[in-house]
């Protein structure tokens, strides 16, 4: 009987797309009740895709940091545009790596300069880290929360940090000069036959 009901979990969760070693291990971990297993697999997915998603978000912009151009190019020549559309798109496509490496740096040394944003943004971190390493952690009253939605939870606390110790005001001030300097760039930088042909470039694979 045992036997038979032990078959009966494991189909159950093999059914949902699970393989066989997976399902055991879940149904080892949460003492045999098929509804923990379950949840504990399709936590484990999530967090598989989620771990996915980072790994391909780090790759694209490893992709864009390795296309930097030479800062003696990037600071070469200015004028002002005749054509402001057409320039602007091109330095955007042609010097986005520089224009990373440059957000990030202004990030950062705002960052080290005002202990309130580095103290709110490393609380901020550890709520969402905590959010998502909770798991299939039980809440009093609750039960156990999905991704998402412990993630819209951590929304809660991390919004209140981010209102009362002020740096609503100084990430406005940052995203201004951050937006400010590269759209600069970008509209007085003049144009080099290579960034013109790198955008040819990039228009012709969007247009596959």
């Known amino acids: 009987m045992g036997a038979n009901l032990s078959t009966e979990r494991l189909a159950r969760l093999t059914a949902l797309g699970f393989d066989?070693?997976?399902c055991r291990a879940a149904l080892d971990a949460c003492d045999g009740d098929v509804d923990r297993a379950e949840r504990l697999l399709r936590e484990q997915a999530r967090g598989a895709r989620v771990g996915q998603g980072v790994e391909l978000f780090g790759m694209h912009i490893n992709s864009i940091l390795r296309e930097q151009r030479p800062w003696s190019e990037f600071f070469e020549r200015f004028?002002?545009?005749?054509?402001?559309?057409?320039?602007?798109?091109?330095?955007?496509?042609?010097?986005?790596g520089n224009y990373l490496v440059l957000v990030f740096a202004i990030i950062l040394i705002a960052v080290l300069l005002l202990p309130k944003l580095f103290f709110t943004a490393a609380l901020m971190c550890m709520t969402f880290t905590c959010a998502i390493l909770l798991g299939d952690t039980p809440i009093p009253h609750v039960g156990p929360?999905?991704?998402?939605?412990?993630l819209a939870v951590a929304c809660i606390p991390a919004a209140w940090l981010l209102q009362t110790s002020g740096c609503v005001g100084l990430l406005a001030q940052l995203a201004s000069v951050c937006f400010g300097l590269v759209l600069s760039h970008a509209t007085f930088r003049a144009r080099s036959l290579s960034s013109r042909w790198r955008f040819l470039h990039e228009q012709f694979k969007a247009s596959e």
């Open 20 to 22: 066989v070693a997976s």
């Open 79 to 96: 004028l002002w545009p005749e054509h402001p559309r057409e320039r602007l798109l091109t330095n955007l496509v042609y010097y986005r």
């Open 145 to 150: 929360l999905e991704l998402q939605q412990r």
